[in-house]
Protein backbone atom coordinates (compact mmCIF):
# COMPACT_ATOMS: atom_id res chain seq x y z
CA UNK A 1 0.00 0.00 0.00
CA UNK A 2 1.18 3.50 -1.09
CA UNK A 3 0.31 6.16 1.44
CA UNK A 4 0.30 9.93 1.21
CA UNK A 5 -0.65 12.48 3.59
CA UNK A 6 -0.72 16.43 1.73
CA UNK A 7 -1.55 19.11 3.69
CA UNK A 8 -3.41 22.04 1.77
CA UNK A 9 -2.22 24.77 3.23
CA UNK A 10 -5.73 26.85 4.11
CA UNK A 11 -7.90 26.81 6.84
CA UNK A 12 -10.25 27.94 5.40
CA UNK A 13 -9.63 28.20 1.30
CA UNK A 14 -10.55 25.48 -1.07
CA UNK A 15 -7.55 24.48 -3.51
CA UNK A 16 -8.08 20.80 -4.73
CA UNK A 17 -10.73 18.48 -3.86
CA UNK A 18 -12.77 15.29 -4.84
CA UNK A 19 -16.28 14.53 -3.20
CA UNK A 20 -15.88 12.26 -0.72
CA UNK A 21 -17.28 8.54 -1.55
CA UNK A 22 -19.03 6.78 1.47
CA UNK A 23 -20.75 3.32 1.80
CA UNK A 24 -24.39 3.53 -0.37
CA UNK A 25 -27.25 4.37 2.30
CA UNK A 26 -30.46 3.64 1.59
CA UNK A 27 -33.30 5.17 3.80
CA UNK A 28 -35.84 4.24 5.96
CA UNK A 29 -38.64 5.46 3.15
CA UNK A 30 -42.60 6.06 3.44
CA UNK A 31 -45.43 4.49 0.85
CA UNK A 32 -45.82 7.63 -0.07
CA UNK A 33 -42.17 9.05 -0.22
CA UNK A 34 -41.05 6.20 -2.43
CA UNK A 35 -44.06 6.40 -4.43
CA UNK A 36 -43.03 10.57 -5.31
CA UNK A 37 -39.37 9.31 -6.11
CA UNK A 38 -40.86 6.63 -8.20
CA UNK A 39 -42.38 9.02 -10.44
CA UNK A 40 -39.52 11.30 -10.97
CA UNK A 41 -36.49 10.83 -12.94
CA UNK A 42 -34.20 13.43 -11.25
CA UNK A 43 -33.83 16.07 -9.14
CA UNK A 44 -33.52 19.82 -10.07
CA UNK A 45 -30.83 22.07 -7.84
CA UNK A 46 -30.27 25.79 -8.04
CA UNK A 47 -27.62 27.31 -5.81
CA UNK A 48 -25.14 30.18 -5.22
CA UNK A 49 -22.58 30.08 -8.19
CA UNK A 50 -20.16 32.38 -6.14
CA UNK A 51 -20.36 31.46 -2.80
CA UNK A 52 -16.72 29.31 -2.55
CA UNK A 53 -15.43 27.63 -0.14
CA UNK A 54 -19.47 26.38 0.11
CA UNK A 55 -21.16 26.13 -3.10
CA UNK A 56 -20.20 27.48 -6.69
CA UNK A 57 -20.29 26.76 -10.21
CA UNK A 58 -16.66 26.41 -12.32
CA UNK A 59 -15.80 27.72 -15.51
CA UNK A 60 -17.10 24.42 -16.85
CA UNK A 61 -20.13 24.70 -15.44
CA UNK A 62 -19.62 21.77 -12.74
CA UNK A 63 -21.56 21.99 -9.51
CA UNK A 64 -18.23 22.66 -6.37
CA UNK A 65 -18.03 23.27 -2.68
CA UNK A 66 -19.18 22.11 0.42
CA UNK A 67 -22.39 21.69 -0.55
CA UNK A 68 -22.00 19.54 -3.85
CA UNK A 69 -20.19 16.86 -1.54
CA UNK A 70 -23.40 16.93 0.44
CA UNK A 71 -25.41 17.12 -2.01
CA UNK A 72 -24.06 14.15 -3.60
CA UNK A 73 -24.03 11.88 -0.84
CA UNK A 74 -28.00 12.58 -0.38
CA UNK A 75 -28.16 11.70 -4.05
CA UNK A 76 -26.88 8.16 -3.48
CA UNK A 77 -28.97 7.97 -0.45
CA UNK A 78 -32.16 9.22 -2.01
CA UNK A 79 -31.17 7.26 -5.24
CA UNK A 80 -32.02 9.91 -7.96
CA UNK A 81 -29.65 12.01 -9.52
CA UNK A 82 -28.83 15.87 -8.39
CA UNK A 83 -29.26 17.61 -11.68
CA UNK A 84 -27.52 21.48 -11.69
CA UNK A 85 -29.62 23.72 -12.77
CA UNK A 86 -27.02 26.37 -14.12
CA UNK A 87 -27.31 30.32 -12.91
CA UNK A 88 -25.20 33.39 -13.24
CA UNK A 89 -26.49 34.68 -9.12
CA UNK A 90 -28.42 34.09 -6.25
CA UNK A 91 -30.63 36.20 -7.24
CA UNK A 92 -31.63 34.45 -9.93
CA UNK A 93 -31.25 31.08 -8.13
CA UNK A 94 -34.11 32.61 -6.06
CA UNK A 95 -36.18 33.46 -9.23
CA UNK A 96 -35.52 29.62 -10.46
CA UNK A 97 -36.86 28.02 -7.52
CA UNK A 98 -40.15 30.79 -7.33
CA UNK A 99 -40.79 30.37 -11.43
CA UNK A 100 -40.35 26.16 -10.49
CA UNK A 101 -37.20 25.80 -12.92
CA UNK A 102 -35.55 24.46 -9.71
CA UNK A 103 -36.68 21.91 -7.43
CA UNK A 104 -33.99 22.49 -4.52
CA UNK A 105 -31.66 25.46 -3.36
CA UNK A 106 -28.85 23.59 -2.44
CA UNK A 107 -28.47 26.28 0.99
CA UNK A 108 -31.59 28.54 2.57
CA UNK A 109 -32.92 29.73 5.94
CA UNK A 110 -36.16 30.02 6.39
CA UNK A 111 -37.22 33.82 6.51
CA UNK A 112 -40.76 35.33 6.19
CA UNK A 113 -40.41 36.16 2.55
CA UNK A 114 -39.84 33.49 0.94
CA UNK A 115 -42.36 31.35 2.88
CA UNK A 116 -44.61 31.81 0.00
CA UNK A 117 -42.45 29.73 -2.10
CA UNK A 118 -40.14 27.64 0.16
CA UNK A 119 -39.86 25.23 2.91
CA UNK A 120 -36.23 24.63 4.13
CA UNK A 121 -35.13 21.29 6.24
CA UNK A 122 -33.00 21.22 9.36
CA UNK A 123 -29.91 23.04 9.21
CA UNK A 124 -27.04 20.23 8.79
CA UNK A 125 -23.84 22.65 9.43
CA UNK A 126 -23.73 26.07 11.01
CA UNK A 127 -21.03 28.57 11.01
CA UNK A 128 -20.93 31.82 13.16
CA UNK A 129 -20.56 35.54 11.12
CA UNK A 130 -17.80 37.36 11.09
CA UNK A 131 -16.28 40.89 10.52
CA UNK A 132 -13.83 41.66 7.82
CA UNK A 133 -11.87 45.37 8.20
CA UNK A 134 -8.98 47.10 7.46
CA UNK A 135 -6.36 45.62 9.71
CA UNK A 136 -5.95 48.65 12.49
CA UNK A 137 -9.34 47.91 13.50
CA UNK A 138 -9.39 46.27 17.49
CA UNK A 139 -10.97 43.08 17.80
CA UNK A 140 -14.54 43.27 18.00
CA UNK A 141 -16.95 41.00 19.88
CA UNK A 142 -20.28 42.69 19.68
CA UNK A 143 -21.82 45.17 16.37
CA UNK A 144 -23.36 46.86 19.38
CA UNK A 145 -19.49 48.61 19.98
CA UNK A 146 -19.60 49.88 16.15
CA UNK A 147 -23.16 50.54 15.86
CA UNK A 148 -22.60 53.91 14.26
CA UNK A 149 -20.30 52.25 11.26
CA UNK A 150 -21.45 51.40 7.77
CA UNK A 151 -21.52 47.15 6.39
CA UNK A 152 -21.49 45.19 3.55
CA UNK A 153 -23.44 42.53 2.97
CA UNK A 154 -24.46 39.62 -0.02
CA UNK A 155 -27.47 41.18 -1.38
CA UNK A 156 -30.74 38.59 -0.68
CA UNK A 157 -28.05 36.31 1.57
CA UNK A 158 -30.44 35.34 4.63
CA UNK A 159 -27.71 36.42 7.40
CA UNK A 160 -28.94 40.20 6.52
CA UNK A 161 -32.59 39.72 8.02
CA UNK A 162 -30.56 37.61 10.98
CA UNK A 163 -28.14 40.84 11.94
CA UNK A 164 -30.94 43.14 11.06
CA UNK A 165 -33.35 41.71 13.54
CA UNK A 166 -30.62 41.48 16.31
CA UNK A 167 -29.28 45.16 15.75
CA UNK A 168 -32.17 47.23 14.53
CA UNK A 169 -31.27 50.49 12.78
CA UNK A 170 -27.68 49.13 11.63
CA UNK A 171 -26.51 50.72 8.55
CA UNK A 172 -26.34 47.61 6.07
CA UNK A 173 -25.56 47.97 2.35
CA UNK A 174 -26.03 45.34 -0.14
CA UNK A 175 -23.38 44.39 -2.47
CA UNK A 176 -23.82 41.45 -5.88
CA UNK A 177 -20.93 39.35 -3.89
CA UNK A 178 -18.99 38.83 -1.21
CA UNK A 179 -15.58 39.93 -3.46
CA UNK A 180 -17.57 43.11 -4.32
CA UNK A 181 -18.15 43.69 -0.99
CA UNK A 182 -14.69 43.47 0.51
CA UNK A 183 -13.85 45.58 -1.91
CA UNK A 184 -15.87 48.16 -0.57
CA UNK A 185 -14.43 47.48 3.22
CA UNK A 186 -10.67 47.98 1.57
CA UNK A 187 -11.57 51.13 -0.84
CA UNK A 188 -13.06 52.76 2.71
CA UNK A 189 -16.66 52.82 1.60
CA UNK A 190 -17.95 50.31 4.12
CA UNK A 191 -16.60 49.41 8.04
CA UNK A 192 -16.79 45.58 7.73
CA UNK A 193 -17.85 43.12 5.68
CA UNK A 194 -20.54 40.23 7.28
CA UNK A 195 -19.93 36.77 6.02
CA UNK A 196 -18.75 33.45 7.65
CA UNK A 197 -15.26 32.52 8.14
CA UNK A 198 -14.54 30.46 5.81
CA UNK A 199 -15.96 32.36 3.04
CA UNK A 200 -14.61 35.39 4.44
CA UNK A 201 -10.87 33.46 3.94
CA UNK A 202 -11.03 32.19 0.56
CA UNK A 203 -12.68 35.04 -0.95
CA UNK A 204 -9.50 37.50 0.44
CA UNK A 205 -7.03 34.75 -0.66
CA UNK A 206 -8.63 33.71 -4.23
CA UNK A 207 -9.05 37.73 -5.38
CA UNK A 208 -5.86 39.00 -3.52
CA UNK A 209 -7.36 40.92 -1.17
CA UNK A 210 -4.41 41.21 1.63
CA UNK A 211 -4.83 44.41 2.78
CA UNK A 212 -8.22 42.93 5.26
CA UNK A 213 -8.72 40.56 8.27
CA UNK A 214 -11.19 39.09 10.43
CA UNK A 215 -11.60 41.30 13.43
CA UNK A 216 -14.01 39.83 15.20
CA UNK A 217 -16.54 36.35 15.50
CA UNK A 218 -20.13 37.01 15.99
CA UNK A 219 -22.30 34.93 18.62
CA UNK A 220 -25.07 34.94 15.22
CA UNK A 221 -24.79 32.01 13.64
CA UNK A 222 -25.40 30.75 10.12
CA UNK A 223 -27.22 27.44 9.77
CA UNK A 224 -26.90 25.89 6.35
CA UNK A 225 -30.25 23.96 5.35
CA UNK A 226 -31.60 22.95 2.34
CA UNK A 227 -34.60 25.10 0.28
CA UNK A 228 -37.47 22.96 -0.94
CA UNK A 229 -40.49 23.72 -3.13
CA UNK A 230 -43.37 24.82 -1.25
CA UNK A 231 -45.45 22.47 -3.44
CA UNK A 232 -43.32 19.43 -2.80
CA UNK A 233 -43.82 18.67 0.59
CA UNK A 234 -42.79 15.08 0.53
CA UNK A 235 -39.30 16.06 -0.94
CA UNK A 236 -39.07 17.89 2.10
CA UNK A 237 -39.47 15.10 4.34
CA UNK A 238 -36.99 12.63 1.98
CA UNK A 239 -34.56 15.59 2.82
CA UNK A 240 -34.79 15.48 6.44
CA UNK A 241 -34.67 11.92 6.79
CA UNK A 242 -31.19 11.87 4.76
CA UNK A 243 -29.96 14.56 6.56
CA UNK A 244 -30.78 12.54 9.79
CA UNK A 245 -28.83 9.97 8.44
CA UNK A 246 -26.22 11.65 7.43
CA UNK A 247 -23.81 10.87 10.25
CA UNK A 248 -21.47 13.12 12.29
CA UNK A 249 -17.96 11.31 10.61
CA UNK A 250 -19.51 11.91 7.25
CA UNK A 251 -20.17 15.76 8.06
CA UNK A 252 -16.47 15.74 9.22
CA UNK A 253 -15.19 13.91 6.18
CA UNK A 254 -16.60 15.99 3.97
CA UNK A 255 -15.78 19.05 5.73
CA UNK A 256 -12.02 18.37 6.40
CA UNK A 257 -11.97 17.61 2.49
CA UNK A 258 -12.37 21.02 1.65
CA UNK A 259 -11.32 23.02 4.50
CA UNK A 260 -8.32 20.98 5.89
CA UNK A 261 -6.61 18.36 4.68
CA UNK A 262 -6.88 15.43 2.06
CA UNK A 263 -5.61 11.81 2.73
CA UNK A 264 -4.69 10.07 -0.45
CA UNK A 265 -4.33 5.97 -0.34
CA UNK A 266 -3.77 3.30 -3.49
CA UNK A 267 -3.95 0.19 -2.08
CA UNK A 268 -3.48 -3.39 -4.20
CA UNK A 269 -4.51 -6.14 -2.53
CA UNK A 270 -3.80 -8.65 -5.41
CA UNK A 271 -0.63 -10.66 -3.60
CA UNK A 272 -2.67 -11.15 -0.62
CA UNK A 273 -5.24 -12.69 -3.12
CA UNK A 274 -2.72 -14.65 -4.94
CA UNK A 275 -1.51 -16.45 -2.06
CA UNK A 276 -3.78 -17.01 0.57
CA UNK A 277 -6.95 -18.22 0.40
CA UNK A 278 -10.39 -19.29 2.91
CA UNK A 279 -10.48 -18.19 6.53
CA UNK A 280 -6.71 -17.39 6.45
CA UNK A 281 -7.51 -14.37 3.85
CA UNK A 282 -10.57 -13.61 6.03
CA UNK A 283 -7.88 -13.42 9.15
CA UNK A 284 -5.06 -11.86 7.84
CA UNK A 285 -7.37 -8.99 5.89
CA UNK A 286 -9.29 -8.30 9.46
CA UNK A 287 -5.31 -7.69 11.21
CA UNK A 288 -4.41 -6.04 7.90
CA UNK A 289 -7.32 -3.35 8.74
CA UNK A 290 -6.78 -2.97 12.13
CA UNK A 291 -3.06 -1.91 11.27
CA UNK A 292 -4.14 0.37 8.64
CA UNK A 293 -7.20 2.18 10.89
CA UNK A 294 -4.50 2.32 14.24
CA UNK A 295 -1.94 3.88 11.66
CA UNK A 296 -4.37 6.37 10.13
CA UNK A 297 -5.74 7.60 13.45
CA UNK A 298 -2.15 8.31 14.55
CA UNK A 299 -2.06 10.09 11.09
CA UNK A 300 -5.32 11.99 11.78
CA UNK A 301 -4.24 13.29 15.58
CA UNK A 302 -1.18 14.83 13.97
CA UNK A 303 -3.29 16.49 11.26
CA UNK A 304 -5.55 17.32 13.84
CA UNK A 305 -2.54 18.50 15.87
CA UNK A 306 -1.39 20.95 12.87
CA UNK A 307 -4.75 22.04 12.42
CA UNK A 308 -5.03 23.68 15.90
CA UNK A 309 -1.66 25.14 15.77
CA UNK A 310 -3.04 26.62 12.37
CA UNK A 311 -6.10 27.92 13.92
CA UNK A 312 -4.03 29.83 16.63
CA UNK A 313 -0.65 31.01 14.87
CA UNK A 314 -0.09 33.46 12.03
CA UNK A 315 1.39 31.92 8.76
CA UNK A 316 4.40 33.96 8.17
CA UNK A 317 5.72 34.58 11.54
CA UNK A 318 4.56 31.29 13.56
CA UNK A 319 3.81 33.61 16.26
CA UNK A 320 0.07 32.94 18.31
CA UNK A 321 -2.24 35.31 15.59
CA UNK A 322 -5.12 37.67 16.97
CA UNK A 323 -7.36 34.85 18.01
CA UNK A 324 -4.68 33.52 20.79
CA UNK A 325 -3.97 36.68 21.80
CA UNK A 326 -7.69 37.44 22.88
CA UNK A 327 -8.13 34.08 24.84
CA UNK A 328 -4.38 35.28 26.30
CA UNK A 329 -6.47 38.05 27.45
CA UNK A 330 -8.95 36.33 28.86
CA UNK A 331 -6.44 34.39 30.96
CA UNK A 332 -4.85 37.35 32.31
CA UNK A 333 -8.25 38.63 33.42
CA UNK A 334 -9.08 35.56 35.24
CA UNK A 335 -5.63 35.71 36.87
CA UNK A 336 -6.13 39.35 37.65
CA UNK A 337 -9.95 38.88 39.21
CA UNK A 338 -8.56 35.68 41.14
CA UNK A 339 -5.14 36.89 42.63
CA UNK A 340 -5.17 40.92 41.83
CA UNK A 341 -1.59 39.90 39.55
CA UNK A 342 -1.19 43.28 37.40
CA UNK A 343 -0.17 42.70 33.85
CA UNK A 344 0.74 44.98 31.02
CA UNK A 345 -0.11 45.28 26.87
CA UNK A 346 2.64 46.68 24.94
CA UNK A 347 1.80 47.28 21.15
CA UNK A 348 4.48 47.47 18.49
CA UNK A 349 4.55 48.85 14.92
CA UNK A 350 7.44 48.46 12.87
CA UNK A 351 7.90 52.58 11.68
CA UNK A 352 7.36 52.99 7.91
CA UNK A 353 6.70 49.46 7.36
CA UNK A 354 5.07 51.02 4.21
CA UNK A 355 8.61 52.15 2.66
CA UNK A 356 10.22 48.77 3.16
CA UNK A 357 7.40 47.40 0.76
CA UNK A 358 7.56 49.96 -1.74
CA UNK A 359 11.29 50.23 -2.07
CA UNK A 360 12.10 46.44 -2.21
CA UNK A 361 9.05 44.86 -2.87
CA UNK A 362 6.41 42.67 -0.62
CA UNK A 363 8.63 39.66 -0.21
CA UNK A 364 11.73 41.59 1.84
CA UNK A 365 8.95 43.62 3.46
CA UNK A 366 7.94 39.71 4.83
CA UNK A 367 11.18 38.80 5.68
CA UNK A 368 11.86 41.98 7.96
CA UNK A 369 8.53 41.12 9.12
CA UNK A 370 9.62 37.42 10.25
CA UNK A 371 13.02 38.36 11.55
CA UNK A 372 11.24 40.74 14.13
CA UNK A 373 8.92 37.96 14.97
CA UNK A 374 12.24 35.90 15.78
CA UNK A 375 13.75 38.85 17.27
CA UNK A 376 10.83 38.78 19.73
CA UNK A 377 10.22 34.96 20.49
CA UNK A 378 14.23 34.72 21.02
CA UNK A 379 14.43 38.04 23.24
CA UNK A 380 11.10 38.43 25.27
CA UNK A 381 11.06 36.65 28.97
CA UNK A 382 9.55 33.68 29.45
CA UNK A 383 6.78 34.49 30.36
CA UNK A 384 6.01 36.80 28.42
CA UNK A 385 3.09 36.50 25.17
CA UNK A 386 3.85 38.16 22.22
CA UNK A 387 2.16 37.77 18.97
CA UNK A 388 0.97 39.12 15.40
CA UNK A 389 -1.75 41.51 15.62
CA UNK A 390 -2.04 42.69 12.67
CA UNK A 391 0.13 43.83 9.32
CA UNK A 392 3.45 44.86 10.82
CA UNK A 393 2.06 45.21 14.15
CA UNK A 394 2.78 43.20 17.47
CA UNK A 395 1.25 42.76 20.31
CA UNK A 396 2.97 41.49 23.82
CA UNK A 397 1.18 40.89 26.95
CA UNK A 398 3.21 40.41 30.47
CA UNK A 399 1.86 39.23 32.90
CA UNK A 400 2.95 39.89 36.63
CA UNK A 401 3.78 43.39 34.77
CA UNK A 402 3.37 46.86 35.55
CA UNK A 403 3.67 50.09 33.15
CA UNK A 404 7.31 50.28 34.23
CA UNK A 405 8.21 46.58 34.01
CA UNK A 406 6.43 46.74 30.50
CA UNK A 407 8.49 49.92 29.67
CA UNK A 408 11.64 48.33 30.21
CA UNK A 409 10.20 45.25 27.74
CA UNK A 410 9.45 47.47 25.58
CA UNK A 411 12.91 49.49 25.58
CA UNK A 412 14.88 46.41 25.44
CA UNK A 413 12.90 45.37 22.18
CA UNK A 414 13.45 48.86 20.48
CA UNK A 415 17.25 49.34 21.46
CA UNK A 416 17.37 45.59 19.86
CA UNK A 417 15.48 46.25 16.59
CA UNK A 418 17.00 49.75 15.99
CA UNK A 419 21.01 48.30 16.25
CA UNK A 420 20.15 45.39 14.34
CA UNK A 421 21.78 45.58 10.69
CA UNK A 422 18.31 44.08 8.78
CA UNK A 423 20.21 44.47 5.03
CA UNK A 424 18.33 46.85 3.62
CA UNK A 425 21.53 49.33 2.12
CA UNK A 426 20.88 52.83 3.70
CA UNK A 427 17.47 51.98 5.44
CA UNK A 428 17.28 51.72 8.84
CA UNK A 429 14.30 49.33 10.55
CA UNK A 430 13.01 50.97 14.10
CA UNK A 431 9.73 50.11 15.70
CA UNK A 432 7.71 52.65 17.95
CA UNK A 433 6.22 51.33 21.08
CA UNK A 434 2.34 51.76 23.36
CA UNK A 435 2.43 50.55 26.77
CA UNK A 436 0.04 50.32 29.18
CA UNK A 437 -1.42 48.56 32.12
CA UNK A 438 -4.72 46.86 33.12
CA UNK A 439 -7.01 49.10 35.28
CA UNK A 440 -9.30 47.26 37.22
CA UNK A 441 -13.00 46.64 36.15
CA UNK A 442 -12.17 47.70 32.60
CA UNK A 443 -12.83 46.40 29.18
CA UNK A 444 -10.20 44.01 27.56
CA UNK A 445 -10.83 46.02 24.53
CA UNK A 446 -10.30 49.67 26.70
CA UNK A 447 -7.35 48.51 27.68
CA UNK A 448 -5.89 47.38 24.12
CA UNK A 449 -7.52 50.58 22.49
CA UNK A 450 -5.54 52.56 25.66
CA UNK A 451 -1.78 51.28 24.17
CA UNK A 452 -3.29 51.64 20.95
CA UNK A 453 -3.45 55.47 21.22
CA UNK A 454 0.15 55.53 23.21
CA UNK A 455 1.42 53.57 19.91
CA UNK A 456 -0.26 56.32 18.04
CA UNK A 457 1.53 59.14 20.32
CA UNK A 458 4.92 57.52 19.89
CA UNK A 459 4.31 57.82 16.14
CA UNK A 460 3.38 61.77 16.53
CA UNK A 461 6.58 61.90 18.42
CA UNK A 462 8.87 60.74 15.52
CA UNK A 463 8.86 57.04 16.19
CA UNK A 464 11.52 54.83 17.39
CA UNK A 465 9.89 55.53 20.76
CA UNK A 466 8.29 54.51 23.66
CA UNK A 467 5.15 56.03 25.26
CA UNK A 468 3.44 54.53 28.55
CA UNK A 469 -0.49 55.70 28.88
Given at each position: MKLSLRFLLLLCVYISVQAPSFAQQTLNLTVSEQAFLDKIDEIHLCTDPDWMPYEGIDKSGHYTGIMSSFHQLWSSMIGKPVVLVETVSWDQSLEFIQQKKCDVLSSAQDIPERRDYLTVTKPYITYSLALATHPDIPFIINLSQVKDKKFVMVRDYAAIKLIRDNYPGLNIIEAGSAVEGLKLVERGMAFAFIDTVPSINYQMLAHGISHLKISGVLNEQYNMSVGIRK???????????????????????ILNNWLSVKLEYDADYSLLWKLLAGLFIILLLSLYRYRVVHRHNRELKA??????????NDQLTGLPNRYYLHEAFQEALQTYHRYQHQFSVIIMDIDHFKKVNDTYGHVIGDQVIKK??????????????????GGEEFLIVCPETNNHGAKA???????????TDFGLDDLQVTASFGVTEYNEDEAVDDCIKRAD??????KELGRNTTIVF
Open positions: DLPLLLSIYNEAINATSEAQRQQVNKKLVYMSQIADMLSENLRDTDIVGRWVAEHMRRLIEDMALYRA
